[in-house]
């Protein structure tokens, strides 16, 4: 394996073992993508859906996909709910502090558009008004099942091409 | 002058899926001091009735809450025909039973598995969400929904229930009773799990008077209160409820409350499906609702749901004011923990079971020597490690 | 005590501050009460072991240029409440917290909603609205309309 030092110090590779290198860490991360949640003011209806997928009954573990406690650690940012001005900086907070390529999947319809809350006087309404979003899962809320589609969905998307840059 | 450590506890929580805020200051393990800030479900809910129809807003209402969206929808109906002088059928007030009994078991089985995951027992979390697909296929099957049944109207409910319905709930709810005797038997006898939970957060009863908490947290504490039997609504009168209490106040209590009220709930169940009565499911409203105030008390999952509203003759109401049972419980949470090592706040918050969106926190400890901050899974986790 | 004999001893209790009770439905009596009197009809209610405060709920009458604010206390299905009159421009109302503390979360509530100033509250932070919701404004009161400050679209027609 041949390597040059190029600017800033950084390692390049010859193209075959960068091209694998990047191969397997695509296959990590599609094959156990690592996700955090947020709620950023739902009713918590989607909330306790996304839960029941990670119950027995539904069991999106299987997937690879398990739930952590800290945005750091997470590749994929799951919220919910019409985002309220309090929750509005900490969803801001909770994406930048996720290491890239990160992806985020916008579950429910108050995620889309505020859903039955357009128009209250404490919500923003569109979680992709705040953060770039993947994957959009509408439902009010949606099954579980959808909520495992649209995962499954992102993990192809993620197959199929990096991320845009965020 | 001893240490003082204040921690957070951000709004995003990996276990209560809700964002909120307290704020404890510690003095080494004890907490001393503790405040609410809550917010960050807030949408301006009560301000949106005034812009929508009476209808429009029975749609909005159930989604206060999707954990208890039955039991809103039920108190604003309730209301709203009370005002137009109408008295939805006897079989649709029946049918308000039997899904609010139906919502009542999903909502005690999700909090036994958050309760349980707080604590770090993982399997009993497992084991309750799997036991719970069962009501939630029941509810999907006679609703059209998992969560947000929609199953009031303004004068009655939207469906019937037909024999074959019928069959299978009971054939559920078997299923569910012989499953919750063995999370009866382990909340009163685990020795683990009675660690965590025996002679913590002491509420005595005239504690909970003066605090002014309702449903299973009242309860628990040997306070009688339920609105089911206090001021029964709907089919209530026609099947009536044995109310579930216990004396030790504690959070062992709270949780024996919530298991035993799980049989009374399947009991209710079959006595209603066993028992519906013929008729419509919907009444006539008049195209305008009369002016005039009235109050709709309910009793939802986590104790009494407060509903004023006001109608000034108009195609929208003037007023619907909205008062959750947690608000009244968040309080009492405020105070148990006082006194309390800090590994058992996770718990005692839990044992209110609080619903965050319709009431929302955060948790806050800050530490002032060292300007540390945890975060809900260190304070959770440092709950377990204590008791291990 | 069955509910009209509950209603009956409420009543009763503060008919000296509140002599006109309203009865609008069957369960519930209504009493008007001055501001001044009011600590001292909530007083008698929790001597008398009287029911428990079960809401506070704040009012916007603009037809009369006045604020109201509801006391409910409810007693198994009976509710009395207490109702204060209070003119816009001196929104001002004694803080019931001495007497009953847990009336703290409601009584930030009616601050922040309606900008009643309620004194000697032990704890007047926000409890609901966000911490850059701008001051004086109120959202619950009627000339307050959401779009203005706020996000969030139009409701559907």
Request: proline letters at 6%; aromatic letters at 8%.
């Amino acid at each position: 394996m041949s390597a040059e030092t190029g600017e800033g110090g950084r390692v390049r590779l010859e193209r075959v073992w960068q091209d694998a290198l990047d191969a397997v860490r695509r296959w990590a991360r599609i094959n156990s993508p690592w996700a955090v949640h947020f709620n950023s003011g739902s009713c918590n209806g989607c909330d306790i859906e996304i839960l029941a997928t990670l119950a027995p009954h539904y069991d999106v573990e299987r997937l690879g996909i398990t739930l952590r406690g800290t945005p750091r650690h997470a590749d994929v940012l799951i919220c919910t709910g019409p985002v309220t001005r309090q929750a509005r900086e900490r969803l801001r907070r909770v994406y930048e502090q996720m290491p890239e390529p990160r992806f985020v999947i916008a579950v429910g319809s108050c995620a889309i558009s505020g859903g039955a809350f357009q128009g209250c006087y404490n919500i923003v309404g569109h979680i992709d008004e705040v953060i770039p979003v993947d994957v959009y899962v509408p439902g009010c809320p949606p099954r579980p099942e959808a909520i495992i589609d649209g995962m499954v969905k992102l993990l192809e998307r993620m197959k199929e091409r990096e991320a845009h840059e965020h | 002058m001893p240490e003082r450590f204040v921690i957070p506890i951000g709004p995003q929580h990996p276990a209560l899926k809700e964002p909120g805020h307290f704020e404890f200051t510690v003095d080494g393990e004890t907490v001393t001091g503790a405040s609410a800030r809550l917010g960050y479900a807030h949408r301006g809910i009560e301000k949106a009735t005034e812009a929508r129809t009476w209808v429009q807003d029975l749609y909005l209402l159930e989604r206060i809450c999707g954990i208890c969206s039955h039991v809103h929808a039920t108190a604003y109906a309730l209301g709203v025909e009370r005002l137009a002088g109408v008295t939805a059928p006897p079989r649709a007030q029946a049918i308000r039973v039997l899904v609010g009994e139906m919502e009542r078991v999903h909502s005690h089985l999700l909090w036994l598995g958050v309760a349980a995951h707080e604590a770090g027992f993982e399997t009993l979390f497992m084991y309750s969400w799997r036991d719970r697909e069962t009501i939630m296929d029941s509810l999907e099957a006679l609703t059209g929904n998992r969560v947000n049944y929609s199953a009031n109207l303004l004068g009655g409910v939207k469906f019937d229930v037909d024999t074959g319905q019928a069959d299978a709930i009971r054939r559920g709810i078997d299923f569910l009773e012989s499953r919750t005797r063995i999370y009866l038997d382990l909340v009163t006898t685990d020795e683990v799990f009675l660690r965590r939970t025996r002679g913590i957060g002491v509420m005595t009863a005239a504690q909970a008077e003066t605090l002014g908490v309702v449903g299973p947290t009242a309860r628990a504490s040997g306070v009688a209160r339920d609105i089911r039997v206090d001021a029964a609504y709907a089919a209530y009168p026609d099947f009536p409820v044995g109310i579930t209490l216990e004396q030790t106040g504690d959070l062992a209590a709270r949780f024996v409350v919530r298991v035993k009220e799980l049989f009374e709930s399947y009991r209710l169940i079959r006595t209603v499906l066993d028992g519906l009565p013929a008729g419509d499911l919907v009444a006539k409203m008049p195209r305008h609702v009369p002016e005039g105030e009235t109050i709709s008390r309910v009793e939802a999952p986590r104790g009494e749901l407060f509903y004023f509203i006001r109608s000034g003759g108009r195609s929208r109401p003037d007023r619907v004011k909205v008062r959750t049972p947690t608000l009244c419980n968040m309080a009492s949470v405020l105070t148990l923990t006082i006194g309390h090592q800090l590994a058992d706040v996770p718990m005692i918050l839990v044992g209110v079971d609080p619903c965050f969106s319709c009431n929302d926190r955060t948790v806050v400890i800050r530490d002032a020597a060292t300007g540390q901050r945890w975060t809900w899974a260190r304070l959770r986790q440092h709950g377990i490690e204590a008791y291990r | 005590m069955n509910t009209e004999a509950a209603l009956e001893r409420a009543t009763a209790i503060v008919a000296a501050w509140g002599p006109a009770a309203d009865h609008p439905e069957p369960a519930r009596v209504d009493v008007a009460v001055a501001r001044d009197d009011l600590l001292a009809a909530v007083g008698a209610l929790r001597t008398a072991s009287w029911g428990y405060l079960s809401a506070i709920t704040g009012l916007d009458l603009p037809s009369r240029g006045e604020l109201e604010v509801l006391y409910h206390f409810c007693e198994g299905a009976a509710i009395v409440t207490l109702r204060v009159r209070l003119p816009k421009g001196d929104a001002a109302i004694p803080s019931i917290c001495g007497v009953i503390p847990s009336a703290s979360f409601f009584e930030r509530e009616l601050g922040e909603m309606f900008g009643v100033t309620v004194v000697g509250t032990p704890d007047a932070a926000r409890l609901f609205l966000p911490d850059d919701w701008p001051e004086g404004v109120y959202p619950l009161r009627k000339d307050f309309t959401p779009g203005g400050a706020a996000g969030g679209g139009e409701p559907h027609a």
